[in-house]
């Protein structure tokens, strides 16, 4: 999780939402991405998709089996819809998001039938993960 920790200070220091994840295999990373919609102009470059995507070219195969996503936010409905169809076996989050998480805050996965289930561990530097945040909209707050 540390490690996208630091994914996500690279958006940060991009101006974008200050989010990062990590794809790995027994601990080796994979793949890893930021959030970046904003200099990529692109609405889908959420940090799960751009390492999602990554480590699908790294591996030559779009089902990331056996896999663990490591994100230091719960993924929203569009990110989980890719982990899903990607066949992550192992979801990795800090910290909630009651506006747009689709893991925990706006749904219960557990009483959703998926065609794929996956193990999620939440809350992992969940304080970390939600501070890196909560000093980005501060901060835009202040200086808009």
Not at 19 to 24: D, F, L, M
Not at 93 to 121: C, Q, W
Request: hydrophobic share 45%; aromatic share 6%.
């Amino acid at each position: 999780m540390q490690l996208a920790l630091d994914e996500a200070r690279q958006a940060l220091h991009l101006g974008e939402v200050p989010i990062g994840a990590v794809v790995a295999s027994d601990q080796q990373v994979v793949a890893s991405g930021f959030n970046q919609p904003i200099q990529s102009v692109d609405p889908t470059a959420h940090a799960e998709l751009v390492a999602i995507r990554k480590a699908a070219r790294e591996l030559g195969n779009y089902r990331l089996s056996g896999l663990t996503l490591y994100v230091t936010v719960e993924p929203c409905m569009m990110c989980l819809g890719a982990i899903v169809h990607a066949r992550i076996a192992t979801l990795v989050y800090g910290a909630t998001e009651p506006k747009f998480g689709a893991v925990e805050s706006l749904f219960d996965l557990n009483e959703i039938h998926m065609p794929h289930r996956l193990s999620i561990v939440s809350g992992v530097l969940e304080p970390d993960c939600r501070k890196i945040l909560q000093d980005f909209f501060k901060y835009r707050r202040e200086n808009v």
